[in-house]
Each structure stands twice: as C-alpha cells, then as structure tokens.
C-alpha cells in the first residue's frame, strides 16, 4: 500500500501515464492561416484524405480522416512518453489536436516562410502536443519484417531520425497537368499527392481497413500508389493540407461551405495567378 501511495503521489501509476500521454495528444491545437492560399514552410497543417464513395468494399469509413499519430496501445499504457518507431492511422476528426497538427519542415536548406512548391522535398513533423520533441514521418521499402499492419505493404511511421526517409514530394494529381505544375506554389486545401522520395510510393489511406486504438476504431495508413485504369491515381491516394479559418479560432477551412464547382477547377485560376513567381515562367521573376 505504501508504495501504491508513494507512486500516486509522483504520478508514477500506469493510469496516471497513460492519463498525461493522451492529454497531450488530444490537446487543442492552433493551424496556421494562409492569407495568399499557398503552403509554406513552417505551416502547422491537417493532412486530411477527402471524403469520397468507396466501391471496393463494403464496411468503410466515410467522411474526411485526418492522418494521426497512434502510439502502441501496450506501450502507451507503460509509460507517458511517445515510444519509436510510433504508428499512424486516419482518423474521423476534423478538430485540430496534438496528435493531427503536422508541421511543414525544410529537407535541404530551404527558409521558414518559403513558399512550398510542386516537386520540392519537404518533411512533416509532428510534435504530439509535447513541447521539447519533434518526430518525422517517415517510410521505407517493405521487407518480410517489417510491413503496414493490416495490408503488408510499405509502412509509415514516426520516428526522431533526421533522414533521407523523411522526405515527401506533393504532387498535382492530374497526371495530364502534373509537369506543368512543377515548381508552382502547392496550394493550402486543395487535392494533392503526397509521394515518398526514397521508394516513390504515395501516402495512402485504407478506409476498408481498420485498426483498434485508443480513440476508436481508425483506418490503416501506409505507403502505397493505386492506379485507375486511365492510369490516374485513386482517390484514396488524395491529401489536403488543411490550414485554420481566420474566422473562427478553433475551426479549419473544412468548415467553409463548398463551392458548386470541382475544388480543383476553382482553385486553378489561383494556382495560374502563382504561376507568374514561378521560376522559369518569365525573364523576370520574383521569390514568393
């Protein structure tokens, strides 16, 4: 009894852990706020796959997932500390929190601030409502041990390593447009692919897959590109780097109504207006 009492009195007992460790992963968070509609560095982001019918399954989960850091369950019940490698899955939340706020960090020298480009090497970082750590999304080639739980095809996971592995494309995701994209400014919460540099495998979520968490039942997320018949990468494949609405304080622009058109064809006559900033697209030009 009296060392039951000493470790209550620390905050040492497992219900205690587990207690802060989700305090911090469900602790409000605040996104960033595009004035200009671009993604820029040092952007705090959703990562949000769109809500779209899924004709491959049955059981699904519908609505918009939002990628979100998972700590092992068994783990997360020892100790109040995120372990490595961390697990991800997508998940039905639309309220920014510690464990779905992503960070846009610089990959090879590029300024805080800088405009996020098509074909430009960024890294997500996520710090999981802790103050003193960052963690790094992260994929490598699938091997027989180590594999995405539920489809054993290429894992992603957290991890403090600064590397290569880290690194991520965003990508247009009409194929028929993709090259005249490069180098254009990516634009905040329109589709986008977000492909793995190392492996060239895009970030996928499995909505007919599902995983036990602690926040409920949650889908698989792994690294893998699906194509259509036309060649056309699959809805599944599609990512919205969600930013805040200066409107509301807690809300992100997925709360906006939706335009009656495509977002894709709205958001086109801005993405040519970036065009004009783009390097190579005139004799002179101009940094973001």
Known sequence: MKDFLAKRDKGQLLIQRNRRLKENLLRPMQLSISEDGYIRYGDKVMLVNPDHPETEADLFLGGDL???MTPDEIKAHLSDELEVPCGLSAAQTKIPVGRNTFTILCAAGEVIGQVLRYGQNFRLGIAG???DRM???????RTLMKSSKRSWLQEVYLTYEDSYLNCWQAA???PQLRLEYEGFPVLANAKILINHCHTNRGLVAHRHLFLSTNFGKEAEVAAHTYLDSHRVEKPKNHWMLVTGNPRKDS???LDLPKPPAEDTRVLEPVAEAGARNAPG???CTRPM
């Not at 963690?135 to 080639?141: A, F, K, P, R």
């Open 66 to 68: 939002s990628l979100c």
């Open 129 to 131: 409502g802790f103050a």
């Open 172 to 174: 247009f995701p009409d």
């Open 135 to 141: 963690l790094y999304l992260s994929s490598d080639h």
């Open 251 to 253: 809300s992100t622009m």
């Open 281 to 283: 697209a005139h004799a």
